[in-house]
């Protein structure tokens, strides 16, 4: 059984010099990448494992508490591009 809510994050991507930086501010969690999609995969990563590191310690219904998460989901918006995306699609296949 998957322990994991259908969820969905922000992702705020930029560009700061040659890279492209993505945040997640409902977490705090943050990655990069050569390019705005690079970033975003990275950022997918990120939160996979951290979530997964969340769950194994038993704090993931806390953090999701604590983020605003736990009974919703939060609109997706990339700063980069204005378009709308699901930063989950694919996030935790496989768990």
């Known amino acids: 059984m998957n322990p994991f809510p259908n969820l969905t994050f922000t992702a705020q991507i930029f560009k700061e010099g040659r890279q492209y930086v993505s945040f997640n501010p409902e977490l705090r969690v943050a990655s990069c990448g050569k390019t705005a999609e690079i970033a975003k995969e990275n950022l997918k990563d990120a939160i996979r494992g951290f979530m997964l590191s969340a769950h194994?310690?038993?704090?993931?219904?806390?953090?999701?508490?604590?983020?605003?998460?736990?009974?919703?989901?939060?609109?997706?918006?990339?700063?980069?591009n204005n378009e709308k995306?699901?930063?989950t699609d694919g996030l935790f296949s496989g768990c």
């Open 56 to 80: 194994k310690k038993g704090t993931l219904s806390d953090i999701l508490e604590e983020a605003t998460l736990a009974h919703g989901s939060v609109e997706v918006s990339s700063v980069h």
């Open 85 to 87: 995306t699901a930063l």
